[in-house]
């Protein structure tokens, strides 16, 4: 792997879905390629590295890719990088079963969060065990009519922000279920 790219893209489909030993296995290798870039990127002096995960509820939801991920995470924001985690299941990041610790810490230790609309039970579920603010629960409740729009929450702070997304483009992002 070129660690001296711009971009770099892993990509790791079904590894969570796979055996859970199988995708583990998937998730530690490609875990261990970031951490190589990382050090890469801290060793050329940079200061901004950026690790997208989409579909975090696949890899949330998978007991030996959860602790991977969340100590991930951790060594990403200790490399001053940036992690990201997109999920469409507030289920997967507040799971009660033993051992899903690690992705309500992933919730708690994140500076920032971005929270689009979402079903009823997401939202109290965020309102509960995310311990979000009762106006900012109604806030979101309310985005499922208002189209492309999203409540960031940066540092504990909480502001509304409109996505100005051109016509053409919104059918290609388009979500099933909420209708937005």
Same mark, same amino acid.
């Given at each position: 792997m070129d660690f001296t790219a711009p971009l770099i893209v892993v990509h790791? @489909?079904?590894a969570a879905d796979a055996d859970d030993r199988l995708g583990a296995l998937k998730m530690a290798l490609d875990g261990a390629a970031v951490r190589e870039m990382l050090e890469a990127e801290r060793d050329r002096g940079r200061r901004y590295t950026a690790v997208y995960f989409?579909?975090?509820?696949?890899?949330?939801?998978n007991p030996h890719a959860r602790r991977f991920v969340a100590d991930l995470f951790t060594a990403?924001?200790?490399?001053?990088?940036?992690?990201?985690l997109a999920t469409n299941s507030t289920r997967a990041l507040f799971a009660?079963? @033993?051992?899903v610790a690690a992705a309500g810490d992933m919730w708690q230790n994140a500076r920032g969060k971005v929270l689009l609309a979402m079903a009823r039970e997401a939202v109290e579920d965020v309102r509960r065990q995310g311990k979000v603010p009762e106006e900012v629960a109604r806030l979101i409740e309310g985005l499922r009519l208002a189209g492309h729009v999203a409540v960031l929450e940066w540092d504990g702070r909480y502001e509304v922000v409109r996505m100005d997304v051109a016509a053409e483009e919104a059918g290609m992002y388009r979500t099933r279920g909420l209708g937005a």
């Open positions: 790791v @489909a079904d989409e579909e975090g509820q696949r890899l949330l939801e990403i924001r200790k490399r001053n990088g940036l992690a990201m009660a079963e @033993a051992g």
